[in-house]
């Protein structure tokens, strides 16, 4: 059974996309399959649980006792709290004005 469905990417994506399919000699949707189905192994294996369910200090307790992670991983967080502490500055620095 196929289920199609419809998806948009960024032009890098799609052409990222379009250069994985030629190289493979396979169409998009194998292509988007194989990814996928090493994504999800990847993701598995790497033991990184997943933290939405986590309270904040049970990340921190998982992340001091797992301190190797993948390259680049929390890299996300780290800009959100990054752009968290320059408004908090700026809010100081108003405050002081």
Do not use: C, H, Y
């Not at 049970?58 to 006792?65: G, T």
């Not at 890299?75 to 809010?91: G, P, Y």
């Amino acid at each position: 059974m196929t289920i199609r469905t419809t998806v948009a990417f960024d032009p890098a994506t799609a052409a990222r996309l379009e250069r994985l399919a030629k190289r493979w000699g396979v169409s998009k949707s194998e292509t988007l399959r194989r990814a996928l189905e090493s994504a999800e192994k990847t993701s598995a294996a790497s033991g990184v649980p997943d933290f939405k369910g986590m309270k904040p200090l049970e990340i921190l307790d998982w992340l001091r006792d797992n301190p190797q992670r993948p390259a680049g991983w929390g890299e996300d967080f780290r800009r959100i709290l990054r752009e968290a502490r320059e408004r908090d500055a700026i809010i100081e620095e108003e405050r002081e004005a």
